[in-house]
């Protein structure tokens, strides 16, 4: 059974960091690609970052870029997310996700993924 959990979440400063975690149940060499989403109150889950399991090429949507670092243990089965300069609009559930094979969709399509971690909750004040 995979399973994926999240850690390293709460409250923060703007301007500060986190990094968020998550820990996956069975080897990632399963896996074409892991990657974070966000989901703030009232708005839908929305694409942060994604890695190629098997070379680490790394994908962020342009507005993450250079705040965001996303990163691949594969001896820990592990993924991170390095977040600095939080702003307050960073606030949201953050959500780790696993995909097998993309079968044609884009890496940043949510559809895609296959397997969830039951979320962090990220609150950044101002």
């Known amino acids: 059974q995979v399973q994926l959990v999240e850690s390293g979440g709460g409250l923060v400063q703007a301007g500060g960091s986190l990094r968020l975690s998550c820990a996956v149940s069975?080897?990632?060499?399963?896996?074409?690609?892991m990657g974070w989403f966000r989901q703030a109150p009232g708005k839908e889950r929305e694409f942060v970052t994604t890695?190629?399991?098997?070379?680490?090429?790394?994908y962020y949507l342009d507005s993450k870029k250079g705040r965001f670092t996303i990163s691949r243990d594969n001896a820990k089965n592990t993924a991170s997310l390095q977040m600095n300069s939080l702003k307050p609009e960073d606030t949201a559930v953050y959500y780790c996700?696993?995909?097998?094979?993309?079968?044609?969709?884009?890496?940043?399509?949510?559809?895609?993924?296959?397997?969830w971690g039951q979320g962090t909750q990220v609150t950044v004040s101002s």
């Open positions: 996700a696993a995909m097998i094979d993309p079968y044609g969709r884009s890496l940043y399509d949510r559809e895609a993924y296959n397997y």
């Open positions: 069975v080897d990632t060499f399963r896996f074409y690609a």
């Open positions: 890695i190629r399991w098997s070379d680490g090429t790394t």
